[in-house]
T-cell receptor, first 116, second 114 residues
Framework: ETGVTQSPTHLIKTRGQQVTLRCSSQSGHNTVSWYQQALGQGPQFIFQYYREEENGRGNFPPRFSGLQFPNYSSELNVNALELDDSALYLC???????????????FGPGTRLTVL | AQSVTQLDSHVSVSEGTPVLLRCNYSSSYSPSLFWYVQHPNKGLQLLLKYTSAATLVKGINGFEAEFKKSETSFHLTKPSAHMSDAAEYFCVVSDRNTGNQFYFGTGTSLTVIP
């Protein structure tokens, strides 16, 4: 069973540029969530995709956008990069949750983005 | 609103002594609660989860946590610390109101002294 993979591992961009981060979900998982983890902080929810549709969004501006593909892999796009966007970006996959219990999310190793 | 408070940003224990990492949560509905561990340069790994079944939850590597609704707590414990337990630990809450959104605490850094 292949786990969650992310690419690239590290990335350096300058202010104003655009970036695309990629994630492959764990086999059999059709739900992908993205998180931003600033240094010394807990991960913050950006958004989630389920069957190629956005299925919930955290408190992030519209310049953070995403896609999910038919094979359930996903992209996170960030436009007009700002210095504060420097962080570890984590992707997590899961099975869809139902009722009042929630499935655990399986996390990838993350992409370290540095904005100069 | 949902939130998680990890009461200690750093905990230091000697190898072989008990570990206690404290977590309090706020949730409008019956919550699901998780503990994840993050080793340096590695992804987040699930230690254990509570989803309205038994209140005492056993996880991997000897860790366990007890859900106490009256205290809104979900503290993580281990009877005997091992050097390999040194890592960052995150308490996470999710509930019906948040859909699939996970709310993370700010983390507790565990140091194990040989």
């Amino acid at each position: 069973e292949t786990g969650v993979t992310q690419s690239p591992t590290h990335l350096i961009k300058t202010r104003g540029q655009q970036v695309t981060l990629r994630c492959s979900s764990q086999s059999g998982h059709n739900t992908v969530s993205w998180y931003q983890q600033a240094l010394g902080q807990g991960p913050q929810f950006i958004f989630q995709y389920y069957r190629e549709e956005e299925n919930g969004r955290g408190n992030f501006p519209p310049r953070f956008s995403g896609l999910q593909f038919p094979n359930y892999s996903s992209e996170l796009n960030v436009n007009a990069l700002e210095l504060d966007d420097s962080a570890l970006y984590l992707c997590a996959s899961s099975l869809p949750s139902g009722g009042v219990t929630y499935n655990e999310q399986f996390f990838g190793p993350g992409t370290r983005l540095t904005v100069l | 609103a949902q939130s998680v408070t990890q009461l200690d940003s750093h905990v230091s224990v000697s190898e072989g002594t008990p570990v206690l990492l404290r977590c309090n949560y706020s949730s409008s509905y019956s919550p699901s609660l998780f503990w994840y561990v993050q080793h340096p340069n590695k992804g987040l790994q699930l230690l254990l989860k509570y989803t309205s079944a038994a209140t005492l939850v056993k996880g991997i590597n000897g860790f366990e946590a007890e859900f106490k609704k009256s205290e809104t707590s979900f503290h993580l414990t281990k009877p005997s610390a091992h050097m390999s337990d040194a890592a960052e630990y995150f308490c996470v809450v999710s509930d019906r109101n948040t859909g699939n959104q996970f709310y993370f605490g700010t983390g507790t850094s565990l140091t194990v002294i040989p």
